[in-house]
C-alpha cells in the first residue's frame, strides 16, 4: 500500500499544487523519493519530530494547503497525540493523517510498533474522520478524496506492502462513507452469512472463500467514521449471522459498532466479532502467528462459517 | 519603517490604555491572565502598531493564555469590535480566556503550550513573502515540542520567522528558575540551534523595535525580551498569585493609578 500511496500521492500533486506532505524520517522503503524529486517545495522531511510535523502541516493548511502527515501508525498518532486533537481536529484542518503498517503489521517490532487502539481512539475525537481502505484500489480511491477535501483532518489508516485488490467486476465500487460489497454470497444458501471487515486483514476472507469454497459475502467497511448505518440496517435485514473482522481492539472499533447497531436496530440474527484482544501480545516471526493468539485464524474464521 | 517617524510618546500612552482597559475587563469575568498579558504588551503594542501590515506579517500568539492582551491590542486597531471585547468571556459571546482560530484576526487556536511555534512554522513555509511574528512564554520553553520546532524550523531553513519570548521569569505556581536552573540563558539555547537571538528590554518600546529590526533575511530571529509579570503595578510584579488573580475594587484603583503615572 505504501508504494500505491506514494504513486497516486505523485500523481495528484502534478495538477492540484495545493498538495504538501510532511513526513517523519519515513525511511527509504516508504517510497516518497519521487514526491521528494519531482515537488521539492511540498516535501518536506521534518526528521524525528512527530510533534513538529503536525504542527508544520497544521501552519500549512491554515493558509490553504491540503497537507498530509505520513510515518509509521503510532508515531504519526500517539506521540503527537495533542497536537492532532487541538491543532488539527480542534481547528478543523483539512489534513490526511496517514498512520502506516497499522494494526499488527509491524508484529516482529514489537508493540511499540503497533496500532491496535487507532480506530478506537480516532472514532472518538470530534471533527476526525476515519478511512480504512482494505486494498489498493480503496487507498487510490481514498487518497483522491483526502487530496480534494478542503474541510476537516481525516485519519487514513493503511497498510506496509505486498496488499492485492480484493474485488473484481463485480464488486462495488468505492464511495466514501458507504459500505462496499466485494463479493456475493451465492443465492441459494441456506443461512445467509457475510463477513464484515476493514483493512488488508480481509485476505483472509479472501483466502477462505478461494481455498474452502465456502459461500458468503464479504463488505468492506472502509469508511469506519462516518460509519454507513443505512446499508448496515439492510445488512442486519439481509443476513442470518454476521461476522466482524479487523485488525483492531474489540474496544472502540467496528465489533462494537456493529454490536451497537444490532442492539439499535433490533438485529434478530447471530454476530461473531473477530476483533484483537484487549491485551498487549507479542509475537515476532509471522504477523498470524501473533493474530492467532488474539483469537483470529484462517481456521477459526473457517469453523464460523462452517458451523453457522 | 523609519526610526525618526515612530512617536514613542504615543506608543507609550497606548501600552496605558491597553493595561487600563484589561483591568476594567477584569472586574466582572470569570477568568483572566493580568500578569502574563502585562508583562507582554509593550511586545505586542510595537509589534501591532510598527510592523503589522496584514499583507506582510503574520502573527501568532503561542502563550495563548493572555489572548485577552490579543483582544485588546486588535480592538484598538478596529480588527475586533467594541462589542464583541465588551462580550469576553459572557455567555453571548465569542471570545473566551484562549484564542479560537474562528475569530478575525486570530491566526490559531493555542492555549496548550508548546504547539504555536510549529503552526508558525508551517505558516511560514506556504507564504515564505511574508514575516511571522511568535510571541512565546519563557515558561513555555520547557515544553519539548517547542524544542523540536526550533530545530526543525532552522534545519527546513524557515527564516521568516521572529519569536518574542515574553521573558517575565514566572510559570503559574513559581519562578521558572525554581523548577528550571538550566532553562537560562535562553538566547544562547536559540543560537546553538541555528538561531540569531538577542536580548533586549521587553518593556523599552524603542529596544524592542531596534531589536526586532535587527532580523536578517537569512535566519530565524529569537529576541529574548527581559519583563516583568503584572508591571508597571508594584503590588503585582513577579508575584505568582497575580498570573490568574483580578484585582478588587481597590486594588483596581491603586494599579489604575500606577498605570497612568508611569
Known amino acids: 500500500m505504501r508504494n500505491k500511496f506514494s504513486e497516486v500521492l505523485s500523481r495528484l500533486a502534478t495538477k492540484n499544487k495545493k498538495i504538501y506532505i510532511v513526513v517523519a524520517d519515513i525511511s527509504p522503503a516508504g517510497k516518497m523519493e519521487t514526491f521528494q524529486k519531482k515537488f521539492k517545495n511540498r516535501y518536506f522531511n521534518v526528521g524525528v519530530a512527530e510533534q513538529g510535523m503536525v504542527g508544520l502541516a497544521a501552519g500549512l493548511a491554515i493558509k490553504g494547503a491540503i497537507p498530509f502527515i505520513y510515518t509509521i501508525a503510532p508515531f504519526v498518532l500517539y506521540r503527537p497525540f495533542e497536537m492532532v486533537r487541538d491543532d488539527l481536529c480542534y481547528q478543523n484542518l483539512p489534513v490526511t493523517i496517514v498512520g502506516m503498517g497499522s494494526g499488527t503489521i509491524y508484529s516482529s517490532l514489537g508493540g511499540t510498533h503497533m496500532t491496535q487502539e487507532d480506530v478506537s481512539v480516532c472514532r472518538s475525537l470530534p471533527n476526525l474522520r476515519v478511512l480504512c481502505p482494505s486494498d489498493p484500489y480503496e487507498l487510490e480511491e481514498c487518497i483522491k478524496f483526502c487530496s480534494k477535501n478542503k474541510k476537516g483532518p481525516i485519519y487514513l489508516r493503511i497498510g506496509k506492502s505486498g496488499e492485492k485488490n480484493l474485488g473484481d467486476d463485480l464488486s462495488d465500487i468505492w464511495k466514501y462513507g458507504k459500505i462496499r460489497k466485494i463479493f456475493q454470497q451465492k443465492y441459494k444458501a441456506k443461512k445467509k452469512i457475510c463477513i464484515l471487515g476493514y483493512g488488508p486483514i480481509l485476505k483472509l476472507a479472501l483466502d477462505i472463500k478461494s481455498k474452502f469454497k465456502l459461500n458468503f459475502s464479504l463488505y468492506s467497511s472502509h469508511t469506519i467514521k462516518p460509519f454507513d448505518t443505512s446499508n448496515m440496517k439492510k445488512i442486519f435485514n439481509k443476513y442470518d449471522k454476521i461476522i466482524t473482522l479487523e485488525d483492531h481492539s474489540e474496544i472502540g472499533g467496528l465489533a462494537s459498532i456493529v454490536n451497537e447497531l444490532a442492539f439499535k436496530y433490533e438485529f434478530s440474527g447471530k454476530i461473531k466479532n473477530f476483533s484483537l484482544k484487549d491485551k498487549f501480545i507479542n509475537s515476532y516471526e509471522k504477523q498470524s502467528d501473533l493474530l492467532d493468539l488474539h483469537g483470529i485464524s484462517l481456521k477459526k474464521l473457517y469453523k464460523e462459517i462452517k458451523n453457522a | ?215 536578517k533575511k537569512n535566519r530565524p530571529l529569537a529576541i529574548i525580551a527581559k519583563t516583568i509579570k503584572g508591571y508597571p503595578v508594584t503590588f503585582m510584579m513577579n508575584k505568582p498569585i497575580w498570573h490568574y488573580r483580578s484585582p478588587n475594587e481597590n486594588e483596581l484603583k491603586i494599579a489604575v493609578k500606577e498605570i497612568n503615572e508611569k
Not at chain 2, 476594567?24 to 470569570?30: D, G, T
Not at chain 2, 536552573?181 to 523595535?209: M, R, V
Open chain 2, 1 to 215: 519603517m523609519n526610526l525618526k517617524r515612530i512617536d514613542y510618546k504615543q506608543l507609550k500612552n497606548f501600552s496605558k490604555h491597553y493595561r487600563t482597559k484589561l483591568l476594567k475587563i477584569s472586574q466582572n469575568v470569570p477568568a483572566i491572565h493580568v500578569g502574563g498579558s502585562f508583562s507582554c504588551f509593550d511586545i505586542l503594542n510595537i509589534i501591532f502598531n510598527v510592523f503589522y501590515r496584514r499583507n506582510k506579517t503574520n502573527f501568532l500568539l503561542s502563550k495563548g493564555h493572555t489572548a485577552i492582551a490579543q483582544y485588546i491590542v486588535l480592538n484598538h486597531k478596529k480588527i475586533i469590535k467594541d462589542k464583541e471585547l465588551d462580550l469576553y468571556c459572557k455567555k453571548s459571546g465569542k471570545l473566551g480566556v484562549h484564542p479560537e482560530i474562528t475569530t478575525k484576526g486570530i491566526l490559531a487556536s493555542t492555549g496548550s503550550l508548546g504547539h504555536g511555534l510549529s503552526i508558525a512554522g508551517g505558516i511560514s513555509l506556504r507564504e515564505n513573502n511574508k514575516l511571522t511574528f511568535v510571541v512565546m512564554s519563557d515558561g513555555e520553553l520547557m515544553e519539548g515540542s517547542v524544542w523540536e520546532a526550533v530545530l526543525m524550523i532552522s534545519s527546513l531553513k524557515i527564516n521568516n520567522i521572529v519569536v518574542i519570548v515574553d521573558y517575565n521569569g514566572l510559570q503559574s505556581s513559581t519562578f521558572s528558575n525554581d523548577t528550571h536552573k538550566t532553562l537560562y540563558p535562553i538566547d544562547k539555547k536559540f543560537k546553538a540551534f541555528g538561531w540569531d537571538s538577542i536580548e533586549c528590554d521587553g518593556h523599552n518600546l524603542k529596544n524592542i523595535f531596534t531589536s526586532i529590526k535587527k532580523k
